[in-house]
């Protein structure tokens, strides 16, 4: 999970986990590691000082045959910091040093003893367990030692780490410097990438700093959105070029089939011939759509809009019903505006009864325009593909010679873009669709080229 995560992170991140990662645990490693071998080898030292000190004391006690001979032993060890008494034999727990010379067994588990005394948590103070010892076949001797305040393992890791850290942190922070300085020419030219590709007429081109693979990648760029661009406009000119001159020979056929004597062959000719000039217009419309002039943005009352709208269709008998605030202005490009809502409005009406158009302001202050019918509907994998153009929904919403070939839907999305605002399909209950075209408030800029 956490792999996936790095995977999915951006490129700065990675660059400085990558670079910081290694270096920390390196460090905390080798922090951990030398204050656990320094803390062992004082106790050690330690421990080892006192069993040698232990073995002096068993011989001076041994050789020692008058009470003030062994007085003399036991002071001169209280002099090196053992206290020593003779006491009875406890059941268990002793220290055999019996032996004239101690062994090399004897004394290392002498020093085991002693270490294990000196292991206690920082602030510890209860009192530590005595040590007995014994002498000969029948003395024994407890021996009270004071080790030194060692901190415990836990503490010096601490500080260790405390004190590693001050010298890493410099490291990171020049991590995280360079990290930052090497990826913001990408950074940059991942955001230009995304602006123009939000402003399908920006022919801003791509500006790429930095390494050499980032401006050869803007640079190729660059010569692929010429080829593209250039691809288009030659699509653009050869389909508005077929547009025209189709426009002659559906005149002819028009004049031929309006001399014809038999009507109800005349009528569906002229319907066929009126459905195919409509789908050329809608063409060319959809190909004009950014080429026929800018329309600056101002200052429309979008409630007085949307009642005019709804009175141009009354008197072509589509109801439109308006509900809404009584006044609500928004700075927008008004003609495109209502281009976007007239091809909603004729899209709802091919396969509803009843349409209404609602004019709200949600939370974030950006307008909010529904366009609400009672058809079919549409499916989940229909409302994605409805706004590509030339694409035709669910034979249920296409019917008749008013179904359109497809362009209403992506036009109207192209000019909620260029407002900087979305266009999204919605069910409506308990049946129907909802257009909902949402717009800032506010549109600085001309950024769209419509058609009158």
Known sequence: MMLRRLGLASIRQQIFLLAVLPIFLLAAFAAIRASLRETDHARVEWASYVASNIAILAERFRAASTPGELDTALSLAAESGISAEVTMPPADNIVDLRTRTMDEPTYRLLVARLIALTDRTSGDKAPLADLVARMD???????RLQPLDFP???DEVLRSLGMTLLVVLPVLLLSYYLSHRLTRPLTDFAAAARRISLDEASQEPFRAEGAVEIRSLGESLNVMRARITRMIDERTSLLRSVGHDLRTPLTRLRMRAERCTDVELQRSML????TLAAMIDESMRYLNNKETGLEAPRRVDLSSLLHTIAADYADTSIPVSVAGPRRLVCQCMPRAVT????NLIDNASRYGTTIELVLAEDETGNIVIEVRDDGPGLSDAMKKRALEPFFKGDPARAVGPRSGIGLGLPIANGIARAHGGTLRLLDREPHGL???LVLPPNLEA???????
């Open 137 to 143: 076949d029948n003395r024994f001797l407890r021996l």
């Open 152 to 154: 415990s393992r836990r």
């Open 271 to 274: 319907q066929d011939i009126t």
């Open 339 to 342: 281009r976007a809502l007239c």
């Open 434 to 436: 909802i257009a909902r």
């Open 446 to 452: 001309p950024v769209l080229k419509t058609s009158e």
